[in-house]
Structures are given as structure tokens and as C-alpha cells.
């Protein structure tokens, strides 16, 4: 009857190991698949952030912008909403640390520089360039300076790969929220 105890004993501990080293390797498993999804979204964040900076401070030096920038700048800031949603959804559906401090704060403000570039794209109308003066300058320098704000914090992206753990990369979405904050605000005025 010992025997039968120890027997039965055995092959319930047996079969609590496989079970537990299934299930560590599905943890194991689903860490890499949103650790890749996290980096893809991340880096190409800081690639559109790079870009709306790089096209903005092109545009304010020429002091005229073309058509087809405009139209790289509505697509980046597209990407940034969608991304930078994408990432603290991610955050907050995982409950990470400091993860409740994330508001789509950067989504809204991505949203409020499109459609101020739209009506810079109004503007145009069936010219191919745009001079920069008074309210069309004062656009896309804000922008430039907000996404050059940003720019420093979605650098921090691609300095080490991001683990999903890890809470450096929100803090640097609470940054650039704060960022978004600054540029809502200098608009309002």
C-alpha cells in the first residue's frame, strides 16, 4: 500500500515537472515573440521621429517647404501615433511599472501636428512649394523642436535591445509624453 502512495506520489510530481517545463517554455516562447514586437515598434518609432526632425530643420533652413515634404512629415507623424499607441498599449495590457503614467499623450499630439500640416497641404494648394512665413514658420518650427525633444528620447531605443521587463524604454514614453505635453500647450497660445 506504501509502495502504491509513493508510486502514485511519483507520478504526480513527474507530472507537474512536464507541466511546469511546458509552461516555462511558453513564457519562454511568448517573451521573444513580444520582446522582437516591442523592438520593431520601438525602432521604427525613433526611424519617423528621425525623420520629422530631419525634414522639419531642412524646411525652416530653405525656408520653403515642397509637397512631397509635407507629405513625409503627415506619414511620419502618422507612424508616431500609431506606434507610440501601439507600445503603451502594450505597456499598459501587461501592466508594467510606471505604465499608468502613460495617457496617449504623444498619439494626440501626432494627431494635432497632422492636421496642422494639413492645412499647410491646403495652403499649397496646386503649387509645388510653400514659402515658410508667419503661421506656416511658426508650425514647423514647433514641430522641429518637439521632435528634436523627442529625438533624444527615442534614441535611448536603439542603444540596447529592449527587453520587455525592463522599464527603461517607458520611462523614455513618459518623457516624450511630457514632450507632447510642452508642444500642446506652446500651440494653444
Known amino acids: 500500500m506504501k509502495n502504491k502512495g509513493y508510486i502514485v506520489l511519483t ?3 513527474i507530472i ?39 525634414v522639419t530643420a531642412g524646411a525652416l533652413e530653405d525656408k520653403e ?3 512631397e515634404s509635407l507629405l513625409e512629415i503627415q506619414e511620419s507623424l502618422e507612424m508616431i501615433r500609431m506606434k507610440s499607441l501601439q507600445v503603451e498599449n502594450l505597456a499598459r495590457g501587461l ?3 510606471n505604465a499608468d503614467q502613460l495617457h496617449s499623450v504623444t498619439h494626440n499630439s501626432a494627431r494635432f ?3 496642422r ?8 494648394g496646386d503649387k509645388e512649394r ?3 512665413e508667419g503661421d506656416a514658420i511658426r508650425i514647423i518650427r514647433h514641430i522641429k523642436e518637439t521632435s528634436g525633444k523627442w529625438e533624444s528620447e527615442t534614441e ?3 542603444s540596447s535591445k529592449n527587453n520587455i521587463n525592463k522599464t527603461d524604454w517607458i520611462n523614455s514614453l513618459i518623457l516624450m509624453q511630457k514632450h507632447s505635453n510642452d508642444y500642446q500647450r506652446v500651440m494653444d497660445e
Open 11 to 13: 507520478g504526480l510530481l
Open 16 to 54: 507537474a515537472l512536464v507541466y511546469a517545463g511546458f509552461q516555462f517554455t511558453e513564457n519562454q516562447k511568448m517573451g521573444k515573440y513580444l520582446n522582437k514586437q516591442l523592438n520593431e515598434r520601438l525602432e521604427m518609432l525613433n526611424l519617423k521621429v528621425d525623420t520629422l526632425h530631419f
Open 65 to 67: 517647404i515642397s509637397r
Open 95 to 97: 501592466n508594467l511599472d
Open 113 to 115: 501636428m497632422e492636421n
Open 117 to 124: 500640416i494639413a492645412l499647410l497641404t491646403s495652403e499649397i
Open 130 to 132: 510653400l514659402s515658410l
Open 156 to 158: 535611448s531605443f536603439l
